[in-house]
């Protein structure tokens, strides 16, 4: 059985930076990408951030800059360093697996996690 599991999300000031961890298990991680999405009120999911297996990312226009993806296979976990967070980060993020890349642009995979929520306050 894959699961995703989130955390690291919370309360954070404007300007701040917070870090989201998602462990995977029940599915070979070394050889997954990987992507976090994310989803405010009444807004439809959007991709924020996406790593292949080999560690190649992208990530959506309004984060470039400010949010890194990475991962660390020894651990099955994949993380999103948000740095100079904004009031318009606020969201519900969310991590997904198993998806792939195609020119360029990665497509969602089967596995989603939970969500963590992370709000910035102005």
């Known amino acids: 059985q894959v699961q995703l599991v989130e955390s690291g999300g919370g309360l954070v000031q404007a300007g701040g930076s917070l870090r989201l961890s998602c462990a995977l298990s029940?599915?070979?991680?070394?050889?997954?990408?990987m992507g976090w999405y994310r989803q405010a009120p009444g807004k439809q999911r959007e991709l924020v951030a996406a790593?292949?297996?080999?560690?190649?990312?992208n990530y959506a226009d309004s984060v470039k800059g400010r949010f890194t993806i990475s991962r660390d296979n020894a651990k099955n976990t994949v993380y999103l360093q948000m740095n100079s967070l904004k009031p318009e980060d606020t969201a519900v993020y969310y991590c997904?697996?198993?998806?792939?890349?195609?020119?360029?642009?990665?497509?969602?995979?089967?596995?989603w996690g939970h969500g963590t929520q992370v709000t910035v306050s102005s």
């Open positions: 029940g599915s070979s991680f070394s050889i997954s990408a």
């Open positions: 997904n697996a198993n998806g792939y890349f195609s020119g360029g642009t990665y497509y969602a995979g089967r596995y």
């Open positions: 790593i292949t297996a080999g560690g190649s990312t």
